[in-house]
């Protein structure tokens, strides 16, 4: 199947510094790609859809300058957390919409990134 | 607003034995997808079946199937011969196209399963 690569897989900055995280479509180009955040033991929550070439999409609640989306390119997408504290401390995942057999399509996920900020 | 509910939170079977976990959607939507992921312990979300809604065929993929009923909005997966490997959280997922033309996915809570030896 598809690869999506996520990149770092775990971080841990400082209160008050900014981080990105990189989301790679390996195989496949992708014009749509999704940020999510899971807290421990529960599900995904979608943050951000985001567009190449255009504005990222928010879901209501989420703080867009908080968390910068860039998708300059068919291939690559990031997450920017910015002004980081300790409360945005989370599982960050990123999937990427490829096409399947049939015209169907699913959701490649990414690795998934551990952010911690102390 | 579409909604995905999963009323298992925990599950156990013993290994070679099967078990089935529960999803119950709501939409008005006539065209959509629905899937099974595993997320087990490495955190990473893997695909474990799909099924368009204009199917009435119940999708199957080797030890996995699902029993899929439209009118009910019930999208459940059966684990047959269940084996070790298969112990991770599991979440059921609803997927709509949008009018932009992107898709957007929504999750279950998840039932984490857990296959004793």
């Known amino acids: 199947g598809a690869v999506v690569s996520q990149h770092p897989s775990w971080v841990i900055c400082k209160s008050g510094t900014s981080v990105k995280i990189e989301c790679r479509s390996l195989?496949?180009?992708?014009?749509?790609m999704f940020w999510y955040r899971q807290f421990p033991k529960q599900s995904l929550m979608l943050m951000a859809t985001?567009?190449?070439?255009?504005?990222?999409?928010?879901e209501q609640g989420v703080e867009k300058d908080k968390f910068l989306i860039n998708h300059a390119s068919l291939t690559l997408s990031t997450l920017t957390v910015t002004s980081a504290h300790p409360e945005d401390s989370s599982f960050y995942i990123c999937?990427?919409?490829?096409?399947?057999?049939?015209?169907?399509?699913?959701?490649?996920f990414g690795q998934g990134t551990r952010l911690t900020v102390v | 607003a579409q909604t995905v509910t999963q009323s298992q939170p925990e599950m156990s079977v013993q290994e070679a034995e099967t078990v089935t976990l529960s999803c119950t959607y709501d939409?008005?939507?006539?065209?959509?997808?629905l899937f099974w992921y595993k997320q087990p312990p490495s955190r990473q979300m893997i695909l474990v079946i799909r099924?368009?809604?204009?199917?009435?065929q119940n999708a199957t993929e080797n030890r996995f199937s699902v029993n899929f009923q439209k009118a009910a909005k019930s999208f459940s997966l059966k684990i047959s011969d269940s084996q070790l490997g298969d112990t991770a959280m599991y979440f059921c997922?609803?997927?709509?196209?949008?009018?932009?033309?992107?898709?957007?996915?929504?999750f279950g809570t998840g039932t984490r399963l857990k296959v004793l030896a």
């Open positions: 985001s567009n190449e070439g255009s504005k990222a999409t928010y």
């Open positions: 099924q368009e809604a204009y199917k009435q």
């Open positions: 997922a609803f997927m709509k196209p949008l009018i932009s033309g992107t898709y957007k996915y929504i």
């Open positions: 999937s990427a919409r490829a096409p399947s057999e049939g015209g169907n399509t699913e959701a490649f």
């Open positions: 939409t008005s939507e006539s065209n959509y997808y």
């Open positions: 195989d496949f180009q992708a014009t749509t």
